[in-house]
T-cell receptor, first 112, second 113 residues
Framework: KAGVTQTPRYLIKTRGQQVTLSCSPISGHRSVSWYQQTPGQGLQFLFEYFSETQRNKGNFPGRFSGRQFSNSRSEMNVSTLELGDSALYLC???????????FGPGTRLTVT | AQSVTQPDIHITVSEGASLELRCNYSYGATPYLFWYVQSPGQGLQLLLKYFSGDTLVQGIKGFEAEFKRSQSSFNLRKPSVHWSDAAEYFCAVGEGGGNKLTFGTGTQLKVEL
């Protein structure tokens, strides 16, 4: 069974732009969660989607948003990028809760 | 709010030696606990999980962890470390039904040959 895939793997954007990251979960998994990983703040939960509905949300500003499609694929969007948004963005999928989450390889976003 | 503490930022062990990585959590209800490993430039790989039941859980790659409610701990152990175990290890507690993970700051493991 294929793992969690994330596209693109690397991205360079300019401050003020917006960006969309994509995540395809493991087949059959309906829950998708997003995390941000930075050297300073570590791993932080952004949000979780299940059956196209946001089920959990972390403490991030409204510039960070997401959505999930009927095939469980998910996207996250960051608007008005700031230098501090440079990070590794990880997507994880699970069957439902509480089940273990499986992580993708991440998208490395650099904001210049 | 829940929190996870990994007191050791860096640990160095010799290949073949035993390993114990410490993890303490703060969570009001019965915790869902996880250990993940991350190699440079990679995502997180699940080593093992604890939801309920037997407090000693076995994982992949020869790792095990013991849940001790009285000490709020979930320490990861391996009897004999291999050079390929060098990586960063994260302990996490799940809330929101288990899928909202709070991670510790990680322990960087170095293995000396």
């Amino acid at each position: 069974k294929a793992g969690v895939t994330q596209t693109p793997r690397y991205l360079i954007k300019t401050r003020g732009q917006q960006v969309t990251l994509s995540c395809s979960p493991i087949s059959g998994h309906r829950s998708v969660s997003w995390y941000q990983q930075t050297p300073g703040q570590g791993l932080q939960f952004l949000f979780e989607y299940f059956s196209e509905t946001q089920r959990n949300k972390g403490n991030f500003p409204g510039r960070f948003s997401g959505r999930q499609f009927s095939n469980s694929r998910s996207e996250m969007n960051v608007s008005t990028l700031e230098l501090g948004d440079s990070a590794l963005y990880l997507c994880a999928s699970s069957l439902d809760r509480p089940y273990e989450q499986y992580f993708g390889p991440g998208t490395r976003l650099t904001v210049t | 709010a829940q929190s996870v503490t990994q007191p050791d930022i860096h640990i160095t062990v010799s290949e073949g030696a035993s390993l114990e990585l410490r993890c303490n959590y703060s969570y009001g209800a019965t915790p869902y606990l996880f250990w993940y490993v991350q190699s440079p430039g990679q995502g997180l790989q699940l080593l093992l999980k604890y939801f309920s039941g037997d407090t000693l859980v076995q994982g992949i790659k020869g790792f095990e962890a013991e849940f001790k409610r009285s000490q709020s701990s979930f320490n990861l152990r391996k009897p004999s470390v291999h050079w390929s175990d060098a990586a960063e290890y994260f302990c996490a507690v799940g809330e929101g039904g288990g899928n909202k993970l709070t991670f510790g700051t990680g322990t960087q493991l170095k293995v000396e040959l």
